[in-house]
């Protein structure tokens, strides 16, 4: 039998088991399980009220297993052992472990990172541990590591570095992120590595991540001129919202410094231009210039239903002024 036993000492070594069973397949993250007995566990946002299942927040831990404090350090305490709202007796206290978890549909507590490790995104408060999450769900992701960097202009972005079982594809991968992640959740740069560096103690060394220097592909590739009115579009739009002089037809979207944000952006004028419904995911399958392109000639309608209303609205219109001058030269109705 394994047990897998989590619980800060705070809490008296342990707060919370899960039973592997044998017939499963041990994943990548063993759930941390449910409270043991005594003991009382709760998930809750910054503004400790619940949250729902399968929503992240922070684990707050109770009961009779909870110390006291920190000895001859009020302050930390303080900040760290909080009234239970939950309980009646209003001298009862709850410990607030700084950890990331959500409650999954079996009942187990899922660990998901820390709450220290959050990081602010274009405005946007990013658990990187949630984003680990959801490119788990890719079957052939067998590790995968999010950590934020700071780019030249001093804004901070996300790097998604991962090994996969197959030949996985950061265009892949990253479109298995949009299906599931709002846009400013989506890693900027999808990294394959062979192995994920570690640390002495055994964990991924996140600091050694940040170290590494990032691929910049499509530089090296020679810049081709648009070759149609879509790919001119494209390019017209890239260069006027990543703020760049020019683009290559196989230059990579977020190579150039594009981010998800700015790709919504260009989604959104992008329909406006081309009068069609565009799927956002397209624009994270499809990449380059080159691809979307191809992509959105090969399934772009010849006339789109936007074009098609417009088309009979004017016409309506013009019926209507040809009937009112009639009537207005005296030729009957």
Known sequence: M????YGPTENTTF???YTVPRSEQVPDSIPIGRPVSNTQVYVLDAEMNPVAPGEPGELYAAGDGLA???????????????????????????YRTGDLVRW??????EFLGRADNQVKVLGYRIEPGEVEAALRICEQVTQVCVVPRTGGNG???LIAYYVSSGALAPEQLRNVAAQSLPPHM???HFIELASLPLSPNGKIDRAALSQLDIPIKGQGNPLQSPRNDIEQTVAELWQ??????????????????????????????LQKVLKTDIPVTDLFEFTTIR????????????????AEAQERARRQSQAFLNLRARRSSGGGS
């Open 2 to 5: 394994l047990i897998n036993g």
């Open 15 to 17: 707060t919370c088991c």
């Open 68 to 94: 006291r404090g920190y000895l001859n350090d009020p302050e930390a305490t303080g900040a760290k052992f909080v009234p239970d709202p939950f309980c009646t007796d209003g001298n009862r206290r709850m």
């Open 104 to 109: 999954r549909r079996d009942g187990a507590l």
């Open 155 to 157: 804004s901070k972005h």
């Open 186 to 188: 989506i890693p900027a």
């Open 240 to 269: 006027r919202i990543l703020n760049v002089p020019r683009v290559g037809l196989d230059d990579n979207f977020f190579d150039l410094g594009g981010d998800s944000l700015l790709l919504v952006a260009v989604h959104s004028n």
């Open 291 to 306: 691809k979307l392109a191809r992509h959105l000639g090969t399934h772009r309608p010849a006339t789109s239903e936007l």
